[in-house]
């Protein structure tokens, strides 16, 4: 099975800092994999080189086969790199469908395309069937995003994605100031992306999520990864004690 990601030694610096160092990576199609590591561990940084915030000084990115050089996340979001970063990136003052369509409206047309139009029926009515697709269930779809709860919100950004196709999911902290129940909706719609075929990265510093979702968990610790294990063949301490430096499976510089 050929990966739908594949990182090859890369490198970001931010001045005299190495953030990420000669780090190396595959996503395969249909797996979840755990992303985790400390605060400043590198992470993040690497995340932000797959999805275009960043450019990488070394090393390539390739996805579906194609090698990628993102200048700015709408790029990566073009070929079907989706991130959900903890702030959602939602419209508050907008409702379900309006912010599932944001930035990409669907128009009606009038006197040869002279005039156009918001199609709010075919936004409502597409918004909806997403929804309905993943077994979500939200209020009336006229809500604004701000009152919706923590978890509906994780929600409409996960329809969202899948609604413009994505092929990879990027998801950051999102079960961070969720409670249990919607801690759990989540981890349940990251299944359901799973049982897809939609490969998932998962960055969290909650273990028990990434043990309850996840196939693979990568560990990274000073911008190196340290560690490669199949979520079945390890064990909370284990990571954590990759996660602190008290192992490695790599040279340190």
Not at 35 to 58: M, Q, R
Not at 196 to 217: C, E, K, N, Q, Y
Request: aromatic residues 6%; positive net charge.
């Amino acid at each position: 099975m050929e990966p739908v990601l594949s990182l090859r030694n890369i490198l970001k610096r931010f001045g005299g800092l190495t953030a990420v160092k000669h780090v190396n990576l595959d996503i395969f199609p249909g797996e979840v994999v755990g992303l985790v590591g400390d605060n400043g561990a590198g992470k993040s940084t690497l995340i932000k080189c797959v999805s275009g915030v960043y450019h990488p000084d070394e090393g390539e990115i390739q996805f579906m086969g194609q090698t990628m050089a993102f200048s700015k996340p709408i790029d990566a979001r073009r070929v079907g790199i989706e991130t959900i970063y903890q702030d959602l990136a939602l419209a508050p003052n907008l409702n379900i469908s309006a912010n599932i369509f944001m930035g990409r409206e669907a128009k009606r047309r009038y006197f040869g395309g002279l005039i156009k139009t918001l199609d709010e029926e075919k936004m409502l009515s597409e918004s909806r069937r997403v929804i309905d697709s993943l077994d979500i269930r939200l209020p009336n779809f006229g809500a604004q995003i701000d009152k919706l709860s923590g978890g509906q919100r994780q929600a409409v950004a996960i329809a969202r994605a899948v609604y413009w196709n994505a092929r990879l999911m990027i998801m950051d902290e999102p079960t961070n100031n969720l409670g249990v129940p919607e801690q759990r909706k989540v981890l349940d719609l990251i299944r359901k992306l799973r049982e897809s075929g939609v490969p998932v990265i998962l960055i969290s510093h909650t273990l028990p999520d990434v043990f309850a979702v996840t196939d693979r968990i990568v560990v990274m610790h000073r911008g190196h990864k340290v560690a490669e294990k199949q979520t079945a063949q390890t064990d909370s301490q284990t990571v954590v004690e990759y996660m602190v430096g008290a192992r490695s499976d790599v040279r340190a510089d």
